[in-house]
């Protein structure tokens, strides 16, 4: 799959209703259990005054939590209209939409992107075809902290992405896939930028990574 397909899938994959889902769970429970470590540990390392570059960040549950720690820009960068429409309009009602960039495309085509302090892309590369290309597009886009969360290697999670999604996907014609990038891949990519691994953590079939740059 190309990546023109890949980001209509995308379109396809998180419509509004999931969106409109994603938010009622963000306003009932606050963020999923990921999101949480990661912003705790970005926090840990400190973001006051910082700018932000989330990355196919959803509904921006990343850009709210971290807007109460103090960062002081966001922009969201979204592959899904559905799901950055309903962002704008929760940056707004908490009071941080003239704070919030909000952009729609195929991150890894925007080469003229300014620099962030800060760059996260939480369960994002696990959706995208070409980890080298999106990885190096963001490592490039960061001159402080980079969050990732993405699926670890255990035989299970493999085994549920092939069979409980990606079958799934086949037999209903969804054009959506989920890709398990190798785990040493990603981390010598990032650290060929100069960056070096401040926290880890596994949560379920996730692992979050906090890299700052040296």
Same mark, same amino acid.
């Given at each position: 799959?190309?990546?023109? %397909?890949?980001?209509?899938? *995308?379109?396809?994959?998180?419509? *509004?209703?999931?969106? $409109? ?22 926090? +840990? ?9 989330? *990355? ?6 990343? =850009? /709210? ?10 922009? +969201? ?10 962002? =704008?309009?929760?940056? %707004?009602?908490?009071?941080?939409? /003239?704070?919030?960039? /909000? ?40 001159? @402080? ?20 999604? #990606? ?5 209903? $014609? #969804? ?5 398990? /990038? ?17 926290? @880890? ?14």
């Amino acid at each position: 799959m190309d990546c023109c %397909s890949h980001c209509e899938s *995308i379109e396809q994959q998180f419509d *509004i209703k999931k969106a $409109r889902e994603k938010l009622k769970d963000y306003h009932t429970n606050g963020p999923q259990d990921t999101t949480r470590i990661l912003v705790s540990a970005l926090v +840990n390392r400190g973001v006051e005054d910082k700018s932000l570059l989330d *990355i196919g960040g959803g509904i921006g549950a990343i =850009q /709210h939590e971290l807007f109460k720690a103090g960062i002081s820009y966001a922009t +969201n960068f979204e592959a899904s209209l559905a799901y950055l429409d309903i962002c =704008q309009q929760e940056a %707004s009602r908490q009071g941080n939409g /003239h704070k919030t960039h /909000h952009l729609h495309g195929n991150f890894a085509d925007m080469k003229n992107m300014p620099i962030s302090d800060i760059v996260t892309l939480e369960r994002v590369i696990c959706c995208y075809p070409d980890m080298e290309n999106l990885m190096s597009m963001a490592c490039q886009k960061s001159r @402080y902290l980079l969050g990732l969360v993405y699926p670890h290697e255990a035989w299970w999670v493999k085994l549920g992405m092939d069979f409980l999604y #990606n079958l799934k996907f086949r037999l209903t $014609r #969804n054009p959506f896939r989920v890709y398990l /990038h190798p785990t040493e891949q990603v981390d010598a990519l990032v650290r060929s930028f100069d960056f070096k691994e401040v926290f @880890y953590r596994k949560s379920g079939a996730w692992q979050i990574f906090v890299y700052a740059k040296i």
